[in-house]
């Protein structure tokens, strides 16, 4: 909510006037800034009450918002900093964001003339990769808040009505299987089953609509993973946590050589034990053709309605790029190597946002090429059901050795993990 008139702008104004005259740098002078804030409450309450000015409603709340626009991010600075927020978006002047509710709500707090475009370049220019928004570069993401939140920004000319913006916040700071467990998204024998896979060379997809819980699920699924383990994790933008000893966090950049397929590409040749991908968008798809030939686990994540779209969307996501490569030779290559599919799905309810495992399938190879085969291990047939095993393990008789061979020292089998009949969490 805009306000052209208000006396946050002249306070605003005459608390920056008095720190460069004192040559203060408020970021690095918070005490100056304070004092410099006071001078300028109190000169104006003075100058109010003797030229007829309107008074303050809340000296305290004004004292917040001018501090917070020198030395944070002005109006969005209580978004940024509530835990409880999971998503901000801008859209002009007008804020909405979005909570763990899932509800959509409208932010009133008011700002006064470029305040929000000033606190979108103010996190711009303290990003990880500092990048700028410019006529030549209309077009931003990168991560911002130490890493903490994934800033998306558009100006023109390819947005009409000023800045589109989106700021979605990491909410899991650790996540793991068990914390999943917990929160109703897994059932306990499905936890440890996706447990037990993790701790042996394998290859997953995590599919589902965005804000499903990919990257949380992702994450809890590397938590997983035995330390001696090398991983090599290739992001867009920063999401997955840095949790790991033997492990390398790696992040595109919009520059020839530096793209997440060349980052794919480059850490082939850095002994990966498994290749992670937060998020498969395009060409990089391809590149996970040459991981699976050269034996490397891999995990990633894509958006999908379905288990059995997300295998069609990495075949096209594949396709792009434009290797003159045969379809039919990317459905058998990854209905080769890619063993399981894990969907998830979401909705809002009464206590919140459900995010939901609905089902984890085993991949068949097609040695025709003509589709992929799945069996499923595990299915929920609504998003307030059980997530129920279907009776079946997964067929190939090489990795069920793997996975008993890992389960043995805690005396279990896979067949005891599906059943219930123990868990290796």
């Not at 946050?8 to 408020?26: H, K, M, N, P, Y």
């Not at 190939?396 to 020292?409: F, G, I, K, T």
Request: aromatic share 4%; proline share 5%; net charge negative.
């Amino acid at each position: 909510m805009r306000v052209e008139h208000d006396p946050f702008a002249v306070i605003l104004e005459d608390t920056r006037l008095r720190l460069q005259t004192e040559r203060c740098d408020g970021k690095e002078d918070p005490e100056a800034v304070r004092q410099a804030i006071l001078a300028s409450l109190g000169s104006y309450e003075r100058t109010a009450e003797r030229d007829g000015l309107p008074d303050l409603a809340d000296p305290t709340d004004m004292f917040r918002r001018v501090f917070d626009t020198v030395v944070s991010y002005g109006p969005l600075t209580h978004l940024l900093t509530d835990p409880e927020i999971e998503e901000i978006l801008i859209e002009g002047d007008d804020v909405l964001y979005i909570d763990r509710t899932g509800a959509l709500k409208g932010d009133t707090t008011p700002s006064v003339g470029d305040e929000i475009e000033k606190a979108v370049r103010r996190l711009l220019k303290r990003s990880t990769s500092h990048r700028d928004l410019n006529d030549t570069s209309p077009i931003v993401c990168c991560g911002v808040l130490d890493g903490t939140a994934r800033l998306i920004a558009v100006q023109t000319p390819v947005v009409k009505n000023g800045l589109s913006v989106s700021i979605r916040k990491q909410v899991w700071k650790h996540v793991t299987l068990p914390i999943l467990l917990d929160a109703g998204s897994l059932s306990r024998e499905a936890a440890g089953f996706l447990w037990t896979v993790m701790r042996v060379r394998s290859s997953l997809l995590i599919s589902g609509q965005p804000g499903a819980g990919k990257t949380s699920l992702l994450a809890a699924l590397l938590d997983a993973e035995p330390p001696e383990h090398v991983l090599r994790c290739c992001e867009e933008v920063q999401e997955l946590p840095h949790a790991r000893h033997a492990a390398g966090y790696y992040e595109a950049q919009d520059r020839p050589g530096q793209r997440l397929r060349d980052l794919v590409r480059l850490v082939l040749g850095m002994r990966p034990y498994r290749i992670v991908i937060g998020e498969v968008k395009g060409e990089e798809a391809y590149e996970l053709t040459r991981a699976a030939n050269a034996g490397c686990g891999f995990c990633c994540t894509i958006h999908a309605n379905s288990a059995s779209d997300a295998l069609e969307a990495l075949v096209s996501a594949a396709l792009m790029a434009g290797e003159n490569v045969a379809e039919a030779h990317l459905r058998r290559v990854f209905g080769r190597t890619i063993q399981f599919v894990v969907h998830l799905d979401m909705a809002m309810t009464d206590e919140g946002i459900q995010r939901r495992v609905m089902e984890i399938a085993y991949v068949q190879s097609d040695l025709n090429g003509s589709g992929f085969v799945l069996q499923p291990l595990f299915t929920r047939d609504t998003l307030s059901s059980p997530l129920v095993w279907k009776g079946v393990e997964p067929p190939d008789p090489v990795l069920l050795a793997l996975l008993n061979r890992e389960l043995a020292s805690r005396d279990l089998t896979v067949h005891d993990v599906l059943v219930g009949r123990g868990s290796p969490l």
